[in-house]
C-alpha cells in the first residue's frame, strides 16, 4: 500500500529542483543532526561523520531528482544515505588498515603470495555469488555489498523479511559449497 507523499517534503525536493538556497537551508537547519548523528554512530569518528554530512547535503543539492518523496519520506531517505556512507567509510578504513598492517608484516615475497591468493579467492567469490539465481545474487548484493539489513532487503525487494532471511541463508550456503568444492576453506 502506497501512501501520499508529505507535502513539505514534495514542496522541498521541488525548491531544491528550481535551485532554491532556502530549500537546501531547511533541509540542512532540520535534518543535519540526524545525519550527523548516524554518520558518527556508524564510523565512530567525528571527522568522517562530518564529512559524511557534507557528502549527502552536496549530493541531494547536486541531484535533487534523485529523493522521490512517493518512495520515502526526505528524513528516511537522508538517514539510509548516511547509514550507507558510514558503512562505505567504515569498509574502506578497515581495508586500509588491513593493507597497512599487510605490508608492516613479512618478507616481501610472503606479501606478494597473500595479495595472490587474496586476489584469486576475491575472484571465486564474485564467480559463486554471480552464478547464483537471480532472486538470490539481488539480495547478497544489497545485505553485503550495499549493507543493507534483512528488514531493508525486504523493503527493496518488496518481499516478506522471513523470505529474505531464507534467501541470504540459502546463497551463503551455496557459496560456501562452491568455494569448499574449489578447494577454499574457512579459516
Known sequence: MRT???????R???GLIAGSEESLAEVYDRYSPLVYGLALQTTRDRGAAEDITQEVFVDLWQRPERFDPCR???GGW???IARRRGIDWVRRRRAHLHALAFVADGEPEHRVEEAVLVSATHTQVRRAVADLPATHRQAVLLAYYDGLTY???AVALNIPEGTAKWRLRNALHRIGERLTAEGIHQE
Request: net charge negative.
Open 4 to 10: 501520499l507523499p508529505d507535502a513539505d517534503d514534495v
Open 12 to 14: 522541498i525536493r521541488d
Open 72 to 74: 520515502a519520506p526526505l
Open 78 to 80: 537522508l538517514s539510509m
Open 151 to 153: 528488514r531493508e532487503v
